[in-house]
């Protein structure tokens, strides 16, 4: 059974950096893309960014860009959120997120059909 499982999250200071892991099992092909998403309270889902995970090339949303890296290790099936310079604003659940095939935007959380279970990320002093 294919699954996602994240970790990491937890409480941090304005400023500060957060490393949140994604590991996958049970998947008979490995994901082209692989996503991460979060969600604040009364907010919708909002794409953070995505890796390739042929070529390992990443994308951002501007809100993150400059501050979030995303990376993987290939031979672990593991996808990585290294969050870094922190903002109360960054408060959310964090997913990450995979898809079997092409299912729409991979901008949206309708193009991914495998999700985790979420992680707390909260940015306070």
Known sequence: LARLVESGGGPV???GSLRLTCAASGFTYSSDFM???????????????????????T???????????????????TVYLQMDSLK????????????????DSLYSASGYDYWGQGTQVTVSS
Not at 88 to 103: L, N, Q, V, W
């Open 13 to 15: 200071q304005p400023g």
């Open 35 to 57: 996503a991460w998403f979060r969600q604040a309270p009364g907010k919708e889902r909002e794409w953070v960014g995505y890796i390739d995970t042929k070529f390992g090339n």
């Open 59 to 77: 994308l951002y949303a501007d809100s993150v860009k400059g501050r979030f890296t995303i990376s993987q290790d290939i031979a672990k099936n």
């Open 88 to 103: 109360p604003e960054d408060t959310a659940i964090y997913y990450c997120a995979a898809r079997s095939r092409f299912i």
